[in-house]
């Protein structure tokens, strides 16, 4: 071997550790992540032991890596009792759920505000195409809010609280005992092909709920259940819904609002390329009767096939669903404005197919109403 085919040699040999030491350093930095599978911390999957404990474990020590980090939960039934799911954590996390997650049934587990809550945490991935099963049947005769103030709580499926960043999609929720999803001072979250289901008469389960929380995108979703099937409540900000399936249930809601002092501006509301079929309302804004001083203002509902809807369109600022409520006040304190229904057509089965009730104190300002095509189909 020559001195030049020597040096070529070594020249390329130092190259290829060079290439091979940087490759380490990259699949150091963004390598596969670190799954962390709850069956290894004891969780079992026979639809009767209590998990919380193995799958509270597998979490935290997810949350403690320093890298990409997934909470791994395969097929099989899994029970859950409630369960935190705290932050911040020190990498990316993602819930992955391939299995079932039931719920429990005994009273005296299940009433607290939430069953899988999820807090504090940026980057936020849940996903896997697994279920949510709420077993809310159990629940649903305890709720009694609409006549008893002192009513006890029932369990949110599945809660964010003060998380950023995050994507949620392809789940199943079934019979929440309460609402399915609740979103909470979050800040860009991003929810697609979700599945959301209950009977149409269940109380009070909320497809999603949305309040204090801004930038947060709902598309490619199923939603019937008993109650709204997207609920936007004080301090909802920049939330944009599109290609979402609603029905049976009371609609896609902005409020009800007013309700109480000091609530927070509902503005900037798009919903887009939606249907909406057999559901007791379509896209609604309600407020009190008699409301404290608040805003709902700068919302698009565009190109919504109604079918046989009850009540498409409307403007309900004298909302009282309760007793001992005056049904004719006119003294809501909420402002609406800047509000735009546009290229909305199908089939009402009320024959005011668009009913704008607005405060008799401040009335609403700057309703556009455009290419409305509506036809009743009732009795």
Request: with cysteine; charged share 15%; glycine share 10%.
């Amino acid at each position: 071997m020559t001195k030049e085919t020597a040096s070529i040699s070594t020249f390329v040999i130092f190259c290829l550790l060079m290439l091979a030491l940087g490759h380490t350093t990259v699949a150091q930095g963004g390598g596969p992540p670190k799954f962390f599978d709850v069956k290894t911390y004891g969780a079992m999957a026979d639809g009767k032991t209590d998990n919380s404990m193995a799958i509270l474990k597998a979490w935290n020590e997810a949350c403690e890596w320093n890298g990409k980090s997934r909470v791994w939960i395969g097929e099989g039934t899994y029970m859950l009792n409630s369960v935190v799911l705290k932050g911040p954590c020190m990498g990316e996390m993602a819930f992955v759920i391939k299995g079932v997650l039931k719920a429990p049934t005994d009273p005296n587990l299940f009433f607290t505000d939430h069953w899988i809550a999820f807090q504090y945490v940026d980057g936020l991935v849940v996903k896997g195409g697994g279920s949510l099963d709420g077993q809310g049947s159990s629940a649903w005769h305890f709720n009694d809010c609409f006549t008893n103030s002192h009513c006890n709580p029932l369990p949110v499926t599945m809660r964010f609280d003060f998380v950023n960043n995050a994507r949620i999609h392809h789940l199943r929720s079934i019979n929440s005992k309460n609402a399915h999803f609740n979103i909470f001072a979050c800040n860009n979250m991003n929810m697609s092909h979700i599945r959301i289901s209950a009977p149409q008469d269940s109380p009070n389960t909320d497809g999603i709920k949305i309040g204090s929380s801004a930038n947060i995108r709902i598309k490619r979703t199923v939603i019937g259940t008993g109650d709204d099937c997207i609920s936007m409540v004080s301090g909802t900000r920049q939330v944009n819904v599109s290609k979402v399936w609603c029905g049976p249930g009371h609609g896609i809601s902005v409020g009800s609002l007013g309700k109480s002092q000091e609530e927070e501006p509902v503005t900037g509301i798009t919903i887009r390329n939606c249907t909406l079929a057999g559901t007791q309302n379509g896209v609604r804004i309600k407020t009190w009767a008699q409301s404290f001083a608040g805003s709902a203002s700068d919302f698009v509902f565009e190109d919504i096939r109604m079918d046989d809807v009850n009540n498409p369109i409307i403007i309900d600022q004298q909302y009282c669903p309760v007793p001992n409520c005056d049904v004719n006040a006119h003294d809501s304190e909420v402002q609406i404005r800047n509000v735009t229904f546009r290229n909305i057509w199908g089939s009402s089965t009320s024959k005011v197919a668009v009913n704008l009730r607005c405060s008799g104190i401040f009335p609403c300002q700057n309703i556009k109403l455009m290419n409305i095509n509506l036809t009743y189909t009732g009795p």
